[in-house]
């Protein structure tokens, strides 16, 4: 019909892709840009995402944006920028801590994010902090070419619930914060945050899985093409809010942070996870009836939301909070709309039953290899219990969960047992896990079964 050629005119694909916020025309003062290419499956308004190889270096340069006359007081000083690799899915950061516990068990010594210093340009005094493996920090001169060359080495299926393999990775975010100096000389006045999506492949799976998107690209119609960015030579990192721990960060140094002027240290600290800092829990972002449309404007780009920013721009807190459910869909359409209204109503998801368990056996053997090795006793006996969320109640679930945490597949896990009254193993059913009480503590016992290479697990 005519009216359908009218709609397919260009003028209003041009409305369409104007959507983003009006501050998009300001100038920030910083650009960094990742020099990797950005994935063609992308639709118009969604956030590139960018394919990378686990451990390769990629380049991100670092660019002084300023306008003539802006931000003077850092003329001639360094500032200081923290990258960070964090998750991009809000369910993973609540659970952020545990996750990267969880990483750290499973890959003793490994770092999530490096600094290839030798290939770098024009970073001051690097520094990784040994407790927090996905985060680096350097200071640089905003006037003199500086490049960091980053490594991530772990991989988004790592993140995955297994099921059954193939598994869609988890996207990471990349985040940038970047500092000047208050009058102490301490780098905590935020200037500047930006971040972009990432996928993280094992060696040469970036490389084809950029192919695969190209080679499914190709297939479409034009008419469905229009609706997807080009893929772009780089990735620019968009504006975003600073990361909310940088009070953390800047209170106290870290241990062995700020000791020797280039202490970067690799693989350090590779263990026990009974030195951590306890990060803060994650800050509830609910919004309030009393926020303005400027705050409004703010939680929604905090929130990934910002592709409806311009829809919403003059409501308030309130006006927001006020919509239904089914408002917020037909404005939003059903993916995005349901995860608003979640997130208007600051849901948390809780799981159904947690329990703790310690690998005692485990831990009781490093102990006396300790004590044979320094010659007296280790000097107390700390246990480490991991937090296990349990979403079905039932014994195969458990059996993935303690799977995961052994790093062993379920396979190898032939029955688990809970130890009962006078010392006898219970079989572990799914009514049992269903009669859990909620927090309980478990020590996990193994034994060889009798079948090669796979264990019994008993619960103490």
């Not at 999530?112 to 024009?122: A, E, F, Q």
Request: aromatic residues 8%.
């Amino acid at each position: 019909s005519v009216f359908s050629d009218v709609l397919a005119l260009p003028i209003f694909k041009q409305e369409e892709s104007s959507l983003p916020p009006e501050n998009e025309n300001k100038i920030l003062p910083f650009q960094y840009v990742l020099c990797a290419a950005t994935s063609p499956a992308v639709k118009l308004h969604d956030e590139t995402l960018t394919y990378l190889n686990q451990g390769q270096s990629y380049e991100i340069r670092m660019l002084d944006n300023r306008k003539i006359g802006e931000l003077p007081e850092i003329n001639g000083k360094l500032v200081k920028s923290i990258f960070r690799v964090v998750f991009h899915d809000r369910r993973l950061q609540y659970t952020e801590h545990q996750q990267l516990e969880g990483w750290r068990w499973n890959r003793p010594g490994d770092r999530i994010l490096d600094i290839d210093i030798p290939m770098s340009v024009g970073i001051i005094d690097p520094r990784a902090n040994p407790t927090q493996l996905n985060t680096v920090e350097f200071l640089w001169d905003p006037s003199k070419r500086t490049s960091v060359f980053i490594q991530v080495h772990c991989i988004s299926t790592e993140f995955t619930m297994r099921k059954h393999g193939g598994e869609k990775g988890v996207p990471f975010r990349v985040q940038i914060d970047t500092f000047k100096e208050n009058e102490n000389g301490e780098y905590t006045e935020h200037l500047h945050s930006a971040s972009c999506q990432i996928k993280v492949f094992k060696p040469k799976g970036a490389d084809r899985k950029q192919k695969t998107d190209r080679e499914k690209m190709e297939k479409r119609t034009p008419h469905e093409k229009e609706k997807y960015q080009p893929s772009y030579e780089t990735t620019i990192l968009t504006e975003c809010s600073p990361w909310p721990e940088i009070t953390y960060v800047n209170n106290a140094p870290s241990p062995g942070f700020n000791s020797s002027h280039s202490s970067f240290s690799i693989g350090e600290g590779n263990g026990s996870p009974n030195h951590q800092p306890e990060p803060p829990p994650p800050i509830a972002d609910n919004l309030l009836p009393t926020s303005t449309p400027q705050e409004a404007q703010q939680w929604l780009h905090r929130n990934r939301f910002s592709t409806f920013s311009r829809l919403f721009t003059n409501f308030s807190g309130a006006d927001l909070l006020k919509l239904t459910r089914e408002d917020v869909i037909q404005i939003c359409g059903p993916a995005d709309g349901i995860r608003l209204f979640n997130a208007l109503k600051g849901r948390m998801v809780r799981p159904r039953l947690t329990i703790y368990v310690c690998q005692e056996s485990q831990q009781l053997r490093d102990l006396q290899q300790q004590k044979h090795e320094d010659g007296d006793a280790a000097s107390s006996t700390f246990f480490v219990y991991h937090a296990i969320y349990l979403e079905e109640l039932t014994a195969v679930e458990l059996t993935e969960k303690l799977a995961q945490l052994f790093s062993i597949s379920s396979r190898q896990i032939s029955q688990i047992y809970k130890q009962g009254p006078t010392g006898i193993h219970v079989l572990i059913s799914d009514e049992m896990i269903q009669n859990f009480q909620d927090e309980s503590c478990f020590v996990l016992d193994t034994m060889k079964a009798e079948t090669n290479d796979s264990y019994h697990i008993i619960l103490k």
